[in-house]
């Protein structure tokens, strides 16, 4: 049953990012990325990492998707005019990957993920609050001013010039 | 499914779809596209390392890898959008305002 349900993930996660890059139109590329991302949150919650699957669902799946349809409506052209033309390009990223797929598969300590109804460090909600408040506390906090400094950034980038000030020539 | 490799093959895999995405689309949306899900690949094989030495640590630096994420995304889209508001085109072989032609 397990192993049904891994496959899915995967097939939704690896799936739905080749869809992003073969798709030309743009909902549907954008769709394609949330279905990969939803595969990516299921194949968290398989390793029992659940506070970070509901994280992902809704910071990924929720908040950057939704930010990605809007910018799709402002900005977007009806199609993605770029085809992937390189084929050449490709295949050498797809060797490369190759290579170094078979260089996990042959030299990966041999770990278990999942254990089978024992309880690991990453299932338990509150060890998370513990380490960043305790150990990654000045990381706590220069992400959320470097959070604070992106909004300030983007309300200072999407703000009209005032009328008064000469416009200055950009292009 | 319980070894680490498992886990490792597809986070590669999406790695490289977005890899491939960002190298060879020139579409600016697509190419930021490709950049998130090049972040998530690599967040996923930093969860299933941290899950195989049964140590949070690393699934806290996802967690704040995915926090930078969604800052940095949300810069780059407001400025695609003024870019589309200069240029009305969002293809990157557009971006060329400081080339000097």
Known sequence: MENIVYGIFCAMGVGGALGLLLNRGYINAVMSMLVSMLGMSGLLF?????????????????????????????????????????????????????????????????????????????????????????????????????????????????????????????? | MENLNDFLIPSLLIFFAGLAGVVLKKNLLVVLMCLELMLCGAMLALVSFSAAYDDIDGAVFAFFAMAVAAGEVAVALAVVVQFFKIRRSVCADDVDTLSGE
């Open chain 1, 46 to 171: 398989l390793m029992k990492a659940f506070f970070l699957a509901f994280v992902m669902l809704v910071v990924y799946a929720g908040a950057v998707m939704v930010l990605f349809v809007f910018t799709v409506m402002l900005a977007g052209e009806s199609r993605d005019n770029s085809p992937l033309k390189n084929r050449a390009g490709v295949v050498l990223l797809w060797l490369l990957m190759g290579l170094s797929a078979s260089y996990f598969i042959l030299n990966c300590p041999d770990l278990q993920v999942a254990l089978e109804g024992g309880v690991s460090a990453l299932s338990v909600s509150k060890l998370y609050g513990l380490s960043l408040f305790t150990k990654f506390m000045l990381l706590f906090e220069i992400a959320g001013a470097v959070l604070l400094v992106a909004m300030v950034a983007i309300i200072a980038i999407a703000k009209e010039p005032s009328p008064e000030r000469p416009k200055r020539e950009m292009l």
